[in-house]
């Protein structure tokens, strides 16, 4: 009972999770490469804009605001045409 609702969790048995998890990774590796990120840049910037969170006050939390409407410009309907294709099976 308790393997069904890992699998339930995990949308799939672990090893078929894992396995995919790994080539998704693989492909973001491969992407980041090719687009010249690093991990070490990627949380250079990070630990950067958290410092600037303290610098800039409540104008950060508007530029957040921006950025999180402008994301969800893109992932809404994503989500959502994934969620109409998922009902359709």
């Keep these: 009972m308790a393997n069904g609702n890992i699998e ?5 048995s672990v090893l078929s999770v894992l ?14 490469a090719f687009l010249g990120l ?3 840049g990627l949380y250079e910037v990070v630990a ?4 600037s969170l303290g610098d800039l006050g409540f104008g950060a ?7 999180v409407i402008a994301g969800a410009l893109i992932v ?4 959502l045409l994934s969620r109409l294709f998922a009902a359709r099976r």
């Design 8 to 12: 339930r969790f995990l949308g799939g």
């Design 76 to 79: 809404i309907p994503l989500w």
């Design 61 to 67: 939390v508007r530029e957040i605001g921006q950025w």
């Design 38 to 40: 690093s991990p070490r």
């Design 19 to 32: 396995v995919r998890l790994i080539f998704i990774s693989l492909l973001v590796g491969a992407a980041m």
């Design 48 to 51: 950067r804009f958290v410092r």
